[in-house]
């Protein structure tokens, strides 16, 4: 039993990261209409600029993290502005190749800019708790809470606030949110940078917790819509329930059969659940 509480801490950390991949991508898809794939590749910009400025710059991680997450707020915008706004009212076929385009270019970037080499992102959250029998890894512990935190903030702002209700709006329904005032040129924009700004996150805790190499985001971007398709496409409490799903599976297929299999494992899960509700555990039939 003890194994199987330790499994489920070791997935909740993984699974925080894959929440936050899901909300960025549920945000931009499920407002926008967009599978915005080059998602990941941003998130692992996010992770490689934190450890450049910590292990370069020797700035404090907290500083780091700062300036990361200004930095992809303001790329957000410019993904919006430069990339998917001239092809908003095209074919979405067009939004389909910007986006493989993007990817490319993201990774391309992030190739010339920091390396190819692998990096780790260094923390000082070397600690261990041990409750009952079960260690937590400080390291770990502070990515679940910084992840929960998150989640609670973007819910509060999507439900309690002003925008965030213009953003509902132009979700359900575009023309009636035009019709209430909303200006619908301004939504992509907060919605891109905060999807961005999250992925920022998720790319800072797998520097932490894994490494970072090329390739890593485009393995992130994969379980971030394979999040999506099992939670409920647009939703995003849906987005929390698979990502912790499917982090959790994961560690206990690896912990208690072979971690080669355990993405197989996961997926075979995800698919097992989408025979029973093909629109995901949380989505809208």
């Known amino acids: 039993m003890i194994e199987i509480f330790q499994q489920i801490i070791n997935g909740m950390a993984i699974g925080g990261v894959y ?29 490689y600029l934190t450890f450049f400025l910590v292990v370069m710059w020797g700035l404090p991680l907290l500083a780091a993290i700062a300036i990361a997450l200004v930095v992809g707020l303001v790329l957000g915008l410019l993904i919006e502005l430069l990339a998917y706004r001239p092809v908003r009212n095209a074919s979405h076929i067009n939004a ?12 391309g970037l992030n190739l010339e800019f920091f390396g190819h080499e692998q990096v780790v992102i260094p923390t000082n959250l070397n ?4 409750i009952g029998g ?6 770990r512990l502070y ?16 439900e309690k606030t002003k925008t965030g209700q213009a953003i509902r709006a132009v979700a359900e329904n575009r023309d009636a949110a035009i019709l209430m005032g909303v200006n619908v040129n301004t939504i992509p924009l ?6 961005t700004a999250l992925g920022v996150c998720a790319g800072v805790m797998v520097g932490a917790l894994f490494a970072i190499a090329p390739g890593i985001g485009e393995g992130l971007v994969v379980k971030g819509f394979a999040v999506l398709v099992l939670g409920g496409l647009g939703s ?41 509700r093909p629109q995901g555990l949380m989505g809208k039939a």
């Open 127 to 130: 600690r261990v708790f041990n």
């Open 236 to 276: 995003i409490p849906g987005a929390v329930i698979g990502g912790l799903v499917l982090g959790i599976t994961e560690a206990l297929a690896a912990g208690f059969i072979s971690s080669a299999y355990k993405d197989v494992i996961a997926f075979i899960i995800m698919i097992l659940v989408l025979l029973v």
């Open 134 to 139: 079960v260690t937590i890894p400080e390291l």
């Open 143 to 158: 990515v679940i809470l910084a992840a929960a935190l998150l989640i609670a903030a973007m819910t509060v702002f999507v």
């Open 96 to 107: 389909f190749i910007v986006a493989l385009g993007l990817t490319m270019m993201v990774e």
């Open 19 to 47: 929440v936050l991949i899901a909300l960025g991508l549920t945000t931009v898809f499920g407002i926008l209409g967009i599978a915005h794939f080059a998602h990941g590749s941003v998130s692992m910009f996010g992770g």
């Open 190 to 195: 907060v919605v891109f940078s905060i999807s």
